[in-house]
């Protein structure tokens, strides 16, 4: 339920002109000239991604999950992560979804489930993110992109919510699904199989 604050909900920025600075296959970047809520005159810059945001959280029968480790070049820093990536905007995120785990993993998965929608970095960029769990994994083989170095590791479930606790785990769709699922669980909110996994 919504919680009531009084304020008005409404748009208070006016935007005058909008014009793309810079634009690859990957992104868009778009200064709009403003008046700010008080009035004042600035500028305030956007990245459109070209693409969703997707992520899973495969969870196999001995209760691991599988992790993904690579170098993220805007961090300058190594980041372990759930499989994600990006899909083509009209395309079902989860079909994006299932794309990305078997080539950055080589895991299929028999059964989905939702897990969240996300607005991501969302004062700099209207990047959505959709992220799910996945179980009943079959292993085959991984097919990364050619700019992907990756390392995949199984990680039991607590441990995970562990590394997320002592941030270990800093990516924001991995921070988030990891801890919905567990609030899943502790509420025997999940289905039956899945939750019987996640008790081991």
Not at 46 to 74: C, E, K
Not at 152 to 168: Q, T
Request: aromatic letters at 6%.
């Amino acid at each position: 339920m919504p919680i009531e604050t009084g304020e008005s909900t409404g748009n208070p920025w006016t935007v005058l002109t909008s014009t793309t600075k810079y634009e690859n296959a990957w992104m868009e970047v778009v200064e709009h000239k403003v008046l700010t809520p008080k009035g004042a005159p600035g500028i305030y810059g956007v990245v459109h991604p070209r693409s969703l945001a997707t992520g899973v959280v495969p969870v196999h029968d001995d209760g691991t999950v599988t992790l993904v480790g690579q170098y993220r070049f805007p961090l300058k820093q190594y980041s372990w992560e759930i499989p994600e990536g990006g899909g083509r905007k009209g395309v079902e995120p989860q079909e994006s979804a299932a794309r990305e785990l078997r080539e950055e993993t080589g895991l299929t998965a028999r059964r989905w489930m939702p897990l969240m929608k996300l607005h991501l970095s969302n004062c700099i960029t209207d990047e959505v993110a959709h992220t799910f769990v996945a179980w009943g994994l079959e292993q085959g083989e991984s097919a990364p992109d050619e700019t992907e170095v990756l390392a995949v590791r199984r990680v039991p479930f607590a441990e995970v919510i562990d590394m997320v606790l002592a941030g270990a785990i800093t990516d924001a769709m991995a921070v988030a699904s990891l801890l919905k699922l567990r609030v899943l669980a502790a509420e025997e909110a999940l289905p039956e199989d899945l939750a019987g996994i996640l008790r081991l």
